[in-house]
């Protein structure tokens, strides 16, 4: 999708071989390589660093549960930037202290995130507070979306 796409982007102007997962793949620069979910299996325990951007449905919840998390490489890192249930807490919690290098983290499984957390703690985890919204500029740009589907519609 379109935030993944940014992502990427970000990414490869950091020298970065950026592969993706997508429901629907395609052929796209901004990646290396693009693989359909059903791979994910298979990708999870080359990366990194994983970030997630996809949508919140029944085949997305908890689709990083243990067993995925598990099959991360030792020491990577998993960014949630999407939705919360995409990941199961409790397993990330696990993994958290057992193997993966760490955890970014704006979304959460229950928002806002409970103040017995774990996570809050965690040396290697950075937690933000769900506001990619608000940034340099939105106003404008949201003003001017506004004014265009207006004089689209009349």
């Excluded at 908890?62 to 030792?74: G, I, V």
């Amino acid at each position: 999708g379109s935030v993944g796409t940014e992502c990427a982007k970000r990414f490869q102007a950091f020298g970065c071989r950026v592969v993706g997962v997508d429901l629907y793949p395609n052929k796209d620069p901004n990646y290396a390589e693009m693989h359909p979910l059903a791979a994910l299996d298979t990708v999870l325990p080359q990366a990194d660093v994983v970030v997630l951007t996809l949508p919140l449905t029944e085949q997305t919840r908890y689709l990083m549960n243990a067993h995925r998390l598990t099959a991360m490489k030792s020491g990577s890192i998993l960014v949630n930037i999407a939705r919360g249930a995409i990941v199961d807490t409790n397993a990330l919690i696990n993994a958290l202290e057992n193997h993966l290098g760490g955890a970014v983290l704006d979304v959460f499984e229950e928002e806002p995130l409970q103040e017995n957390s774990p996570l809050w703690d965690m040396a290697h985890v950075i937690l933000t507070p769900h506001n990619s919204f608000v940034g340099e500029g939105n106003s404008v740009r949201l003003a001017g979306c506004i004014l265009e589907n207006l004089e689209r519609y009349s």
